[in-house]
């Protein structure tokens, strides 16, 4: 039977007919055409347009060498400047940071026992005696105390009480060094020296309220170190000062005053923001007010005797070479004294302990210092320059509160500022403590600073720091352990790469 399909003879293939083994990998013979088609036409956009393109990798190599060439000459110069500053560096910030110090521990224990440091106080001779106590236990290569005389001035018993239009009693603090008094006189309020200048035939006889509004502590602080004398000038029988504070919640702010010679010497007090507006709005009122005044101030006839109290971790090739780093010890009576500066010496002791603790040996000496009678006569600084400014290489005072630190004020030469710029962005960074500009240091160093050596002040948020200041309310609640930790790293840092400095400071 014959078979119902045609059998197919053989066939002419047309040159261009795609046979099935051509077509296994279709993708494939297209992905090739592409290829060679889209390569022609960047062999002939570069051939046509290779001006523009040389300009732009040029341009884009000048990016980069902006960005990355002054990372690594700083990485170089940091290593010129300082002997293993980087590498230190990072280890102290890590462990500060990240593992925590005793800081907020031993500050703590030290406001807790010992408040009120005022100098001639037997409170301020124990804090010391237990600071020398520690560092001794803490081990450091040397620790001593030096005595020094100072100033005793105690407070006693005070009040100060509207009497008219109506009876209120007044928050009020001695200003220190002031005398005693029992005053009762009609007021009259000043917003400044000048008002006082223009009023001044009608304040004799009177209290002269200086209701300064702040505006920043140097400026506003003279009405509180200077009212006294300017008002008594003028025959004024005593003075009361606006806490040299921007915020209250009723908490007035004691600080030192000093008397000029040759003028009458009268009691003179602070009071609160809110008693300072109290009394002006009642003479904008017309309303006459009578304040009494008492206080059972004196400074003793005798200066006491106290002491600067200090640790060290001796250098390996330039032991003479001292960088020291402190704060001050006492506080004033009525506060616990931890942000000013029970927090100050213990950031700056701690900061050696810690070097000490990750067996670093510095090239240079490091010394801890707790400077006293910084409150009301600094002669605990003063004393200290008297006898170190020689084997002084460089000096770091922190005495504005242990907050986020931010960097560090500076006077020295404007090269070593530099050099410490590059220092602090390269090695700080990471508690963005890098802001390095010239500036005030501390009360204590300055001594130092003011007979030539260079020195400087940790920097930290002052923005609430004058909210407590010399107040009942400067106490542990308002300390945080974390920026205290980072206030550690920023000064342990700082000191370490001084210390290792290669040379000598410009």
Same mark, same amino acid.
């Given at each position: 039977?014959?078979?119902?399909?045609?059998?197919?003879?053989?066939?002419?293939?047309?040159?261009?007919?795609?046979?099935?083994?051509?077509?296994?990998?279709?993708?494939?013979?297209?992905?090739?055409?592409?290829?060679?088609?889209?390569?022609?036409?960047?062999?002939?956009? *570069? &051939?046509?347009? +290779?001006?523009?393109? /040389?300009?732009?990798?040029?341009?884009?190599?000048?990016i980069a060498g902006v960005i990355l060439i002054p990372v690594l000459v700083?990485?170089?110069?940091?290593?010129?400047?300082?002997?293993?500053?980087?590498?230190?560096?990072?280890? &102290?910030?890590?462990?500060?940071?990240?593992?925590?110090?005793?800081?907020?521990?031993?500050?703590?224990?030290?406001?807790?026992?010992? !408040?009120?440091?005022?100098?001639?106080?037997?409170?301020?001779?124990?804090?010391?005696?237990?600071?020398?106590? $520690?560092?001794?236990?803490?081990?450091?290569?040397?620790?001593?105390?030096?005595?020094?005389?100072?100033?005793?001035?105690?407070?006693?018993?005070?009040?100060?009480?509207? /009497?008219?239009?109506?009876?209120?009693? $007044?928050?009020?603090?001695?200003?220190?060094?002031?005398?005693?008094?029992?005053?009762?006189?009609?007021?009259?309020?000043?917003?400044?020296?000048?008002?006082?200048?223009?009023?001044?035939?009608?304040?004799?006889?009177?209290?002269?309220?200086?209701?300064? *509004?702040?505006?920043?502590?140097?400026?506003?602080?003279?009405?509180?170190?200077?009212?006294?004398?300017?008002?008594?000038?003028?025959?004024?029988?005593?003075?009361?000062?606006?806490?040299?504070?921007? @915020?209250?919640?009723?908490?007035?702010?004691?600080?030192?005053?000093?008397?000029?010679?040759? &003028?009458?010497?009268?009691?003179?007090?602070?009071?609160?923001?809110?008693?300072?507006?109290?009394?002006?709005?009642?003479?904008?009122?017309?309303?006459?007010?009578?304040?009494?005044? @008492?206080?059972?101030?004196?400074?003793?006839?005798?200066?006491?005797?106290?002491?600067?109290?200090?640790?060290? *971790?001796?250098?390996?090739?330039y032991p003479d070479e001292v960088v020291v780093i402190g704060g001050h010890?006492?506080? +004033?009576?009525?506060?616990?004294?931890?942000?000013?500066?029970?927090?100050?010496?213990?950031?700056?002791?701690?900061?050696?302990?810690?070097?000490?603790?990750?067996?670093?040996?510095?090239?240079?000496?490091?010394?801890?210092?707790? +400077?006293?009678?910084?409150?009301?006569?600094?002669?605990?600084?003063?004393?200290?320059?008297?006898? @170190?400014?020689?084997?002084?290489?460089?000096?770091?005072?922190?005495?504005?509160?242990?907050?986020?630190?931010?960097?560090?004020?500076?006077?020295?030469?404007?090269?070593?500022?530099?050099?410490?710029?590059?220092?602090?962005?390269?090695?700080?960074? !990471?508690?963005?403590?890098?802001?390095?500009?010239?500036?005030?240091?501390?009360?204590?160093?300055?001594?130092?600073?003011?007979?030539?050596?260079?020195?400087?002040?940790?920097?930290?948020?002052?923005?609430?720091?004058? +909210? @407590?200041?010399?107040?009942?309310?400067?106490?542990?609640?308002?300390?945080? !352990?974390?920026?205290?930790?980072?206030?550690v790293a920023a000064m342990a840092t700082m000191a370490l790469c001084i210390?290792?400095?290669?040379?000598?400071?410009?």
């Amino acid at each position: 039977m014959a078979s119902q399909y045609t059998k197919l003879q053989s066939i002419e293939v047309e040159d261009n007919l795609l046979l099935p083994y051509q077509v296994s990998n279709p993708t494939q013979k297209k992905s090739q055409n592409k290829f060679a088609s889209y390569f022609y036409r960047v062999k002939g956009y *570069i &051939i046509k347009k +290779w001006k523009i393109l /040389l300009l732009l990798m040029f341009v884009l190599l000048l990016i980069a060498g902006v960005i990355l060439i002054p990372v690594l000459v700083l990485r170089y110069k940091t290593s010129t400047i300082s002997d293993q500053c980087d590498e230190y560096g990072k280890e &102290i910030i890590n462990n500060a940071v990240q593992k925590g110090t005793e800081a907020y521990s031993r500050l703590s224990t030290l406001v807790t026992l010992f !408040p009120g440091r005022l100098s001639g106080s037997e409170q301020l001779e124990n804090a010391i005696d237990w600071i020398q106590d $520690m560092m001794l236990d803490d081990g450091f290569d040397l620790v001593k105390t030096d005595d020094v005389e100072v100033t005793h001035w105690v407070r006693g018993d005070e009040s100060a009480t509207i /009497l008219q239009p109506y009876h209120r009693k $007044m928050n009020m603090l001695g200003l220190g060094g002031s005398i005693a008094g029992n005053v009762t006189a009609e007021v009259i309020v000043v917003s400044s020296f000048d008002e006082l200048d223009t009023l001044q035939d009608q304040v004799k006889g009177k209290i002269v309220l200086f209701n300064a *509004i702040f505006t920043n502590y140097s400026s506003t602080v003279q009405y509180r170190s200077g009212g006294a004398s300017a008002a008594a000038k003028y025959g004024g029988v005593a003075a009361l000062v606006r806490s040299i504070t921007p @915020y209250s919640l009723g908490t007035p702010h004691t600080g030192v005053m000093f008397y000029q010679d040759g &003028i009458d010497k009268i009691p003179t007090a602070a009071i609160t923001l809110e008693d300072a507006d109290l009394i002006q709005n009642l003479a904008i009122l017309n309303q006459t007010v009578i304040v009494n005044l @008492y206080m059972e101030a004196q400074t003793m006839p005798t200066n006491a005797i106290s002491r600067n109290v200090m640790a060290q *971790i001796n250098g390996s090739t330039y032991p003479d070479e001292v960088v020291v780093i402190g704060g001050h010890t006492d506080s +004033w009576d009525v506060a616990q004294g931890a942000m000013d500066d029970g927090g100050g010496i213990v950031v700056a002791w701690e900061a050696l302990r810690l070097i000490k603790s990750l067996g670093i040996i510095p090239k240079r000496t490091i010394r801890v210092v707790g +400077w006293t009678n910084e409150e009301n006569g600094a002669a605990g600084g003063a004393a200290y320059a008297q006898l @170190y400014t020689n084997e002084t290489f460089f000096s770091i005072e922190s005495d504005i509160g242990v907050t986020q630190p931010l960097g560090f004020n500076v006077m020295a030469s404007e090269q070593t500022i530099t050099d410490l710029q590059l220092i602090a962005d390269k090695v700080l960074s !990471p508690i963005k403590t890098t802001s390095i500009v010239e500036g005030e240091v501390g009360t204590d160093n300055g001594f130092l600073v003011s007979n030539g050596k260079p020195g400087a002040q940790l920097i930290t948020d002052e923005s609430k720091y004058f +909210w @407590y200041h010399h107040t009942a309310g400067d106490a542990m609640d308002k300390m945080d !352990p974390s920026q205290m930790n980072q206030c550690v790293a920023a000064m342990a840092t700082m000191a370490l790469c001084i210390s290792n400095w290669v040379g000598q400071l410009n």
